[in-house]
């Protein structure tokens, strides 16, 4: 018998319109990961509805990514693609990691405090939100959590509730470990190189979709924002080039400074028109095999429903464990 593999499992909100920091940051790393690990993906349709959706739109959206993740890369004869509303467990060990949570720990999250500062409406889910995605985390007894680096705060908090659950029972999650890209873990905004790149971010410029057409990405990056100065330096003084020449290596597996060599003497706009005609034929084919896989509606329901019952059957172990641990009868 081979060594049972590892397991690793992350998740994407159904909010916008997935775009490439999601890919550098997470997408990326959960292609790579499928040859080595047993893996789960998730669309976590019950995050979304911390912001208020449009109930047609979500809908529509959930397929999208779907069909998104599969045009990357994702493989489903060997990774389960998850819509998190499926598997009620969820929501029930949410229940449970509410009772071992502390209101410092959840006041504490910059990312509570980043979107209530915009939200129309702070409701209870935006500030509970870190432990259903704890549940979600420890439900699968998850070894590896691929995610960007904003995202850090929150599985240190998915480690600390395990490891206090374990200790006040008995040893029942596994205590998982980031898997955070190291220099690209945070893409920043195009228009605005303070802010990170977020795909609900309600003005366009400031981030490239995954299904843009080259056109339209040609002009987002000849608008981006750049610093200043007219040499092509990476350097703090300058977030805006900094980000693009990060997008660049990310795109083109060269170093900064590989890329810093290569444009000394050239223009900003040269670099930019590189940079567009780059990120617009690697996205291309993910495109192009979008457009097939979307319309196959039989194709995708049916590994939704296989990703559902096999990830209800490990959901249903971990939650039962758990029930008994606690004294549920
Ligand atoms: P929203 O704007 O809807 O909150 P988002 O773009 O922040 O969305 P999430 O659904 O919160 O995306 O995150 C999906 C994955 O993408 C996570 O692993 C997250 O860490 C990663 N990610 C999000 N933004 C960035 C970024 N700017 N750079 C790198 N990774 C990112
Ligand atoms: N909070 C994450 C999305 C998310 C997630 C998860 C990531 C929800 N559940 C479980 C990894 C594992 C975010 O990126 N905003």
Redesign the pocket.
């Known amino acids: 018998m081979g060594e049972q593999k590892k397991r690793v499992l992350?998740g994407?909100?159904p909010?916008?319109q997935l775009?490439i920091?999601?890919y550098?940051?997470?997408l990326k790393n959960w292609i790579k990961l499928q040859d080595e690990y047993e893996c789960i993906y998730l669309i976590v349709d019950l995050h979304s509805l911390t912001v208020e959706q449009k109930p047609a739109d979500l809908r529509q959206r959930c397929y999208s990514y779907v069909a998104q993740y599969l045009a990357c890369g994702i493989d489903p004869e060997r990774s389960l693609v998850v819509i998190q509303s499926h598997v009620p467990e969820h929501a029930e060990l949410t229940w449970i990691l509410n009772t071992i949570t502390y209101m410092g720990e959840l006041n504490r999250m910059t990312q509570f405090k980043d979107k209530s500062k915009n939200a129309k409406n702070i409701n209870a889910g935006l500030y509970t939100y870190p432990i259903l995605m704890a549940s979600d985390i420890l439900l699968y007894q998850a070894d590896l959590v691929p995610?960007?680096?904003?995202?850090k705060q929150h599985l240190e908090l998915s480690r600390n509730l395990a490891e206090r659950f374990n200790q006040r029972y008995s040893p029942t999650f596994t205590v998982p470990e980031p898997y955070i890209p190291k220099s690209s873990?945070?893409?920043?905004s195009l228009q605005n190189p303070d802010n990170?790149?977020?795909?609900?971010?309600e003005n366009e410029n400031n981030f490239i979709a995954l299904l843009d057409d080259e056109d339209t990405i040609i002009r987002k990056v000849k608008r981006a924002v750049t610093d200043s100065g007219s040499e092509i330096v990476f350097s703090d003084d300058k977030p805006g080039l900094k980000n693009l020449i990060t997008l660049y290596s990310c795109y083109s597996d060269l170093s900064p400074k590989d890329i810093e060599n290569k444009y000394v003497g050239k223009m900003y706009s040269d670099f930019k028109q590189d940079l567009g005609e780059l990120i617009a034929e690697s996205l291309k084919p993910i495109r192009i095999r979008y457009e097939e896989i979307i319309s196959e509606k039989d194709y995708l329901s049916k590994i939704l429903s296989e990703g559902s019952d096999k990830a209800s059957y490990l959901a249903r172990r971990t939650l039962s464990k758990v029930y008994r641990k606690i004294g549920l009868v």
């Open positions: 992350s994407i909100q909010s916008g775009c920091s999601n550098i940051g997470a995610v960007g680096a904003d995202q873990g945070r893409i920043m990170k790149m977020s795909k609900s971010d």
